[in-house]
Nanobody, 119 residues
Framework: QVQLVESGGGLVQAGGSLRLSCAAS????????VGWFRQAPGKEREFVAG????????YYTDSVKGRFTISRDNAKNTVYLQMNSLEPGDTGVYYC????????????WGQGTQVTVSS
């Protein structure tokens, strides 16, 4: 199974932007769809956005529609999450995984990347 590594998190003020990257480690993405997920303190991991391999169709949770954009560059084995108009409620650890939308997917989840949005 492909292993994915997240990067790009940081501290940003409300209204700011960040771009997260999800890179395949050790092998290519192959034909995997990829999802971004986040986990806020004291909460369960939740789906944020997903993108299919075949036609790059995208999916978003309602709270990020119009603010976040997921994209992929198969040649670079990387999936991106562009996050604009960030809100304090977007704070959490962000993970990517080879599943379009399942936050409990049976996968060796990585360390994630911390996103902190200050008000």
């Amino acid at each position: 199974q492909v292993q994915l590594v997240e990067s790009g998190g940081g501290l940003v003020q409300a209204g700011g932007s960040l771009r997260l990257s999800c890179a395949a480690s050790g092998r290519t993405f192959g034909r995997y769809s990829v999802g971004w997920f986040r986990q806020a303190p004291g909460k369960e991991r939740e789906f944020v956005a997903g993108i299919t391999w075949s036609d790059a169709h995208t999916y978003y949770t309602d709270s990020v529609k119009g603010r976040f954009t997921i994209s992929r560059d198969n040649a670079k084995n990387t999936v991106y999450l562009q996050m604009n108009s960030l809100e304090p409620g977007d704070t959490g650890v962000y993970y990517c995984a080879p599943t379009i939308s399942d936050p409990k997917y049976d996968y060796s989840w990585g360390q994630g990347t911390q996103v902190t949005v200050s008000s």
